[in-house]
């Protein structure tokens, strides 16, 4: 299997703690992992065997945060299906807006129109039950492991 591209939008950090959480995780359970921390299309692959966690937190009115923006137009400028990307998919927000994990369901719903398969559920980490998000994703992580190891 291919290394696990990590990809992070992060506008006040919280996000960059939770990737480098799962990072510790997935490499734990024998997976190679690279994080990118200021994604680019152009460093990746659209092949098969491709597989994104992208971890993700909404900024302003369910906005992407500024470093992963350019990431998200570089995507929607492509002009073929993504077939081959399979990805997993981790929101942060909170729940006292009603653009609650906006940025995450939208990229969720963009990759999903280009055909890239998500693996497992998106989780959605509300800051208001939990105020440390990336102690919140231990049980995710684990189910997320299997169906890796299920490809």
């Known amino acids: 299997m291919s290394t696990l591209q990590i990809l992070v939008g992060s506008t006040l950090g919280g996000t960059e703690y939770v990737a480098e959480a799962a990072q510790v995780l997935l490499e734990e359970a024998g997976f190679d992992s690279e994080l990118h921390f200021d994604p680019d299309?152009?460093?990746?692959?659209?092949?098969?065997?491709?597989?994104?966690?992208?971890?993700?937190?909404?900024?302003?009115?369910?906005?992407?945060?500024?470093?992963?923006?350019?990431?998200?137009?570089?995507?929607?400028?492509?002009?073929?299906?993504?077939?081959?990307?399979?990805?997993?998919?981790?929101?942060?927000?909170?729940?006292?807006?009603?653009?609650?994990?906006?940025?995450?369901?939208?990229?969720?719903?963009?990759?999903?129109?280009?055909?890239?398969?998500?693996?497992?559920?998106?989780?959605e980490i509300d800051v208001v039950d939990h105020p440390i998000p990336e102690d919140n994703i231990s049980n995710w992580i684990s189910l997320w492991i299997e169906d890796l190891n299920d490809l």
């Open 41 to 123: 299309l152009n460093t990746l692959s659209l092949s098969e065997d491709e597989i994104w966690l992208i971890c993700l937190s909404t900024h302003g009115a369910g906005d992407y945060p500024e470093n992963f923006k350019s990431f998200a137009e570089q995507l929607q400028g492509v002009n073929a299906p993504l077939n081959d990307v399979r990805y997993g998919i981790i929101g942060i927000g909170d729940s006292n807006y009603d653009t609650f994990c906006e940025a995450a369901k939208n990229m969720d719903y963009i990759l999903e129109e280009m055909g890239a398969v998500r693996i497992g559920d998106r989780l």
